[in-house]
């Protein structure tokens, strides 16, 4: 039965018609109703209306066309019946099956990593992401030039008749699609270099900087606009961030802290995908600490938790400093799969930044993790030399300040390259 409330539009007319298939595999731990829901929200992303969504138990892949041929002419009455311009697959398709579905069904036919694909070339803003998602989709399309119907070019996001900015990609021959990934490598590698400059810039200030991750539309960039009053994009859709998103947020001490939101993870996220945004990704690898926002409405809050950490894990980031925000806690939420993450992260804080609820609470935690894990210094200054307090103000995390009777007593964490004067002035245990 089509699920008419996937997507809200007035002129769905003007849009293009998708059928989702969801396979179900056994040794798949994520149940397909859950598979089904989130690629139905991508595609929605995607700008295409979800007539209909169809779970199929395969036993066994056929090799040129996945699906039996019973299953394939039964897609085919489907498509012909509800007037369907795209089938929409949940797992990878070879470029071969792909052809040869086309070319039975005679509509597009695409993967999940293909509307992924489409989502973040929709999103990309900045320079470094659109160049990221140009490689990205170079490297996709290689296999694929001799489609009969293609998103890369002709069609925007795999769809009938809405030409795309990447027209001309399946125009061009093999050479000349290599020849633009190498080009495209050399730019991003000149963008990075200019991105590793303001990143170095940022860590050598010594401003403690926290990395918010988690899944896509868990509430990163809501959470970053409200800290720093500012007019980030925010949009309740999948991927809505592509770009890193740096701000100085003032704590609760006073002290200033750099927040850097980052693009969303997602379950089964392609690995080129992966390589391709590294660089945004590695704002979490600089960072001091971790901030990992989960949607606590999310049907599979738990599947999201361990993408969360495993994507982490493959950053080299799970030793770092990390808090975990259950957001969105003023909607319903899966209390079992609540109980099971409580468990497992007993130091977890409910929020929600809709309704500010807990976030002075998360901020507090923060500045107490960073000063749990980052060691300290302790200075002994004469009363004359209050320009060396200033200069530790501006250049270090000060946590306490005491004014003695001939002396100040500075409590503080700084990096070695910021110690000039101030070391001969340094305590090599607590001042008492």
């Not at 992924?116 to 992401?129: G, H, N, V």
């Not at 704590?251 to 993870?265: K, L, N, Q, W, Y």
């Not at 002994?380 to 002396?407: G, T």
Request: contains cysteine.
């Amino acid at each position: 039965m089509a699920n008419n409330n996937i997507i809200d539009l007035t002129d769905e007319q003007s849009l293009q018609k998708a059928l989702i298939i969801i396979v179900e595999y056994q040794h798949n731990p994520c149940p397909p109703e859950i598979r089904k829901q989130e690629l139905e929200s991508l595609a929605k992303t995607m700008n295409v209306v979800v007539c209909d969504s169809i779970i199929i138990n395969l036993k066994k892949e056929n090799s040129q066309t996945f699906l039996g041929k019973g299953k394939v002419l039964e897609l085919k009455e489907i498509s012909i019946d509800k007037d369907i311009d795209l089938l929409i697959f949940e797992p990878d398709l070879a470029p071969s099956i792909q052809r040869n579905l086309e070319k039975i069904l005679d509509i597009c036919v695409i993967d999940r990593r293909e509307v992924i694909l489409q989502i973040f070339s929709d999103r990309a803003s900045t320079k470094e992401a659109s160049l990221q998602v140009e490689l990205a989709r170079l490297e996709y399309s290689l296999p694929r030039l001799t489609r009969a119907w293609t998103n890369l070019s002709r069609q925007r996001g795999g769809t009938k008749g809405n030409k795309g900015e990447g027209e001309k990609q399946l125009e061009i021959d093999r050479r000349l699609v290599l020849s633009r990934i190498t080009k495209t490598k050399e730019e991003l590698l000149k963008v990075k270099k200019i991105r590793d400059n303001q990143r170095k810039s940022r860590l050598n200030s010594n401003i403690p900087t926290v990395a918010i991750v988690g899944y896509t539309n868990s509430g990163k960039s809501s959470l970053l606009r409200y800290l720093s009053s500012s007019d980030i994009f925010v949009e309740n859709k999948l991927f809505a961030t592509l770009d890193t998103t740096s701000k100085k947020i003032k704590m609760p001490s006073h002290r200033e802290m750099i927040f850097s939101d980052t693009v969303g993870f997602v379950s089964d996220l392609p690995h080129d995908l992966i390589e391709s945004f590294n660089s945004t990704l590695e704002e979490a690898t600089y960072a001091d600490i971790i901030l990992i926002v989960l949607d606590g409405s999310h049907p599979n809050l738990m599947g999201c938790y361990k993408t969360t950490k495993e994507t982490l894990k493959e950053l080299n980031c799970e030793d770092k400093p990390t808090l975990i925000m259950l957001n969105k806690c003023d909607l319903e939420i899966n209390s079992f799969d609540r109980a099971r993450l409580k468990a497992l992260e007993p130091t977890l804080i409910e929020t929600s930044v809709k309704n500010n609820i807990n976030i002075d609470k998360v901020l507090t935690e923060i500045e107490n993790l960073y000063s749990q894990n980052v060691d300290l210094s302790y200075f002994e200054i004469p009363n004359d030399r209050q320009d060396l307090i200033y200069y530790a103000k501006r250049n270090s995390y000060v946590i306490e300040i005491k004014y003695e009777e001939n002396f100040v007593s500075l409590k503080t964490k700084i990096k070695d390259q910021y110690l000039g004067e101030l070391i001969n002035y340094k305590k090599s245990t607590p001042i008492q």
